[in-house]
Each structure stands twice: as C-alpha cells, then as structure tokens.
C-alpha cells in the first residue's frame, strides 16, 4: 500500500471530531474532566491559517479553543501535536495556499522542533515577520509572545 501525502493525511477526518468520555481518575484530573475531544487534522489547519504576519498562537490555546467550540473538557494532546505538525508538512507538500505553521508555538511560546525545517527554519520565519527569538538552555522562545498573541473569534 501506498504511503499517504501529508495533504491525504490532513484531508482524511475518518471519525473525527469525536468525544472520547474519560473513565480513569488520573486522567480525568490531568485533563480536566471526562470529555476528551479529538478533533481532525483540517481543524488545526483551518485556525493556523488564521494566524496574520506579526501574530502568534500557541498548541495548547488552540487545543482549548476547540474543546470549547465542540463542548469537550479538553483536546487530546497527542493528537493535537500530530495533526499540527501534520498541517505543517502539508503546507510545505503543497508549496502554494501555504498555512503559516511557523506562527503556532508550543506552549509557553516555545518554538516545534518538529516542524519541516526544525527550529532554525522556524526561527527565521518568526524573525522575518518582526519577531525576537530567546535561547533558554537548548530551547528558543518567541520574546514577550503574549503581547503578539492572535485571539480567535469565540
């Protein structure tokens, strides 16, 4: 079989958005509550297309933003991860209607290894759209992220 582009992976919603109800205690208090949503790749896709030049967001307000949207407690971290970077490859297959990865941090505005070009490639995109990068040990954050960050419409 075939491997799938990563634009046939951000296509594919199979099942998704589902709610998965959350029985085990540990992780009923680590997220929050017993609705723990996953929502499909397209989803992360559209909201960081939203992202305008000189803006950032973060994973984890787009995670909580889509729980809300979808009446979950929460959004599966791990898949959240995936599918962003998922939308970031994607963008990069595609080469044209680009989806401007670079402006989703990780949490605590910290740049994604992860993403096509890793944290350098990252570093020069923020840095050409105005944005002052911080080294912490082997991390690098966007500086003073908050005051540059990008609120959805609720």
């Known amino acids: 079989m075939a491997k799938r582009s990563f634009n046939q992976q951000l296509q594919d919603s199979k099942d998704m958005p589902k709610i998965s109800e959350i029985t085990d205690s540990k992780a009923i208090s680590m997220y929050g509550g017993t609705k723990l949503l996953i929502a499909p790749p397209i989803a992360y896709d559209e909201i960081m297309k939203k992202v305008p030049v000189g803006k950032v967001i973060t994973s984890d307000y787009i995670r909580n933003y889509l729980a809300k949207k979808h009446g979950a407690d929460n959004t599966c971290p791990l898949t959240a991860g995936i599918f962003i970077n998922i939308a970031a490859k994607a963008s990069v297959e595609r080469g044209v ?25 990252q570093k020069l995109h923020l840095e050409i759209e105005g944005h002052n990068i911080i080294q912490k040990g082997k991390r690098y954050f966007v500086k003073d992220y908050k005051d540059k960050f990008y609120k959805l419409e609720e």
């Open 97 to 121: 209607d680009q989806t401007p990865y670079w402006r989703t941090l990780k949490k605590d505005g910290e740049l994604n290894e992860k993403y096509p070009e890793g944290i350098d490639g």
